[in-house]
T-cell receptor, first 116, second 118 residues
Framework: NAGVTQTPKFQVLKTGQSMTLQCAQD?????MYWYRQDPGMGLRLIYY???????DKGEVPNGYNVSRLNKREFSLRLESAAPSQTSVYFC???????????????FGPGTRLTVL | AQKVTQAQTEISVVEKEDVTLDCVYE???????LFWYKQPPSGELVFLIR??????QNEISGRYSWNFQKSTSSFNFTITASQVVDSAVYFC???????????????FGQGTILTVHP
């Protein structure tokens, strides 16, 4: 039972390059999320997916796209990377909307992305 | 809109001291959940506790305790007899139900960096 996995762990891009961050969970959760963490700003929600086949914008969606490939996988794509996207990216999942669930989010180990 | 404020950016203590991390939240929803997460130097986020808005009982787990006060919109976290291994960034977070339209999204505070010196 791996929980939430993310690949890659580290990535360096040049401005304008594209890449996809992969995330998978094995807890049969309906909901998945992408956050970015920047110093002094906590974690901010980029996109989320409340169920397979649905995605929606969070607080800071500009410059990103997502795909909920199936119930397990939720990917984040940077089409044209910018230095402002240098950050640590976390994927998370939760059992929301189960009313019997605890709804806490389980996080992956993170991807440290640097855009030069 | 929801907001979580952790006014203490950094706290430094010596081992065995008690330390309290403050968390103040804002929401108009009457049903909500509050969380604390720990982020050790290795970088992962570790879930510590979840409270719902209807349960104001304080909770103690070993050296950790949490004080939830709706009257002051606060959910403070105390570590008793701190240890070097407690050094980490601690995040407070809020999730509202919003009639089922919140999708479990979390609003995080800025985090408090706790350093425990030997």
């Amino acid at each position: 039972n791996a929980g939430v996995t993310q690949t890659p762990k580290f990535q360096v891009l040049k401005t304008g390059q594209s890449m996809t961050l992969q995330c998978a969970q094995d807890m049969n959760h309906n909901s998945m999320y992408w956050y970015r963490q920047d110093p002094g700003m906590g974690l901010r929600l980029i996109y989320y997916s409340a169920s397979e086949g649905t995605t929606d914008k969070g607080e800071v969606p500009n410059g990103y796209n997502v795909s909920r490939l199936n119930k397990r996988e939720f990917s984040l794509r940077l089409e044209s990377a910018a230095p402002s996207q240098t950050s640590v990216y976390f994927c998370a999942s939760s059992d929301w909307p189960l009313t019997s669930g605890h709804n806490e989010q389980f996080f992956g180990p993170g991807t440290r992305l640097t855009v030069l | 809109a929801q907001k979580v404020t952790q006014a203490q950016t950094e706290i430094s203590v010596v081992e065995k001291e008690d330390v309290t991390l403050d968390c103040v939240y804002e929401t108009r929803d009457t049903t909500y959940y509050l969380f604390w997460y720990k982020q050790p130097p290795s970088g992962e986020l570790v879930f510590l506790i979840r409270r719902n808005s209807f349960d104001e009982q304080n909770e103690i787990s070993g050296r950790y305790s949490w004080n939830f006060q709706k009257s002051t919109s606060s959910f403070n976290f105390t570590i008793t007899a701190s240890q070097v291994v407690d050094s980490a960034v601690y995040f407070c977070a809020l999730s509202v139900t919003a009639g089922g339209t919140s999708y479990g999204k979390l609003t995080f505070g800025q985090g408090t960096i706790l350093t425990v010196h030997p």
